[in-house]
Nanobody
């Protein structure tokens, strides 16, 4: 059974940092690109960052470029999202995702995690 399990969310003050982790089982990690989306209250889910299957190429939403870093550890089947210089507008539920093209419109996602809440206080 394929699973994506996120962890690392929580409450942080503006300017602080958090690191999210997504442990993937099965073909979610070995067959597809991996990435992160987020959904703020009252807003649509949006792409945040993605890393290709090889881990050699990454893509970021303009709103997080220079602040967030995505990486994948093939030995641990885990994807990370290091979030620095957090802002109140980064508050959202963050979802791990796996699929052939996460940055597409609409995104091509095969598997979703359950989400982890990140709250940034001002």
């Amino acid at each position: 059974q394929v699973q994506l399990v996120e962890s690392g969310g929580g409450l942080v003050q503006a300017g602080g940092s958090l690191r999210l982790s997504c442990a993937a089982s099965g073909r979610a990690f070995t067959m597809y690109n991996m990435g992160w989306f987020r959904q703020a209250p009252g807003k649509e889910r949006e792409f945040v960052a993605g890393t290709r299957l090889s881990g050699t190429s990454t893509t970021y939403a303009d709103s997080v470029k220079g602040r967030f870093i995505i990486s994948r550890d093939h030995a641990k089947n885990t994807v990370y999202l290091q979030m620095n210089s957090l802002k109140p507008e980064d508050t959202a539920v963050y979802y791990c995702a796996s699929g052939p093209n996460l940055a597409a419109h609409p995104p091509l996602v095969v598997y979703w995690g359950e989400g982890t809440l990140v709250t940034v206080s001002s």
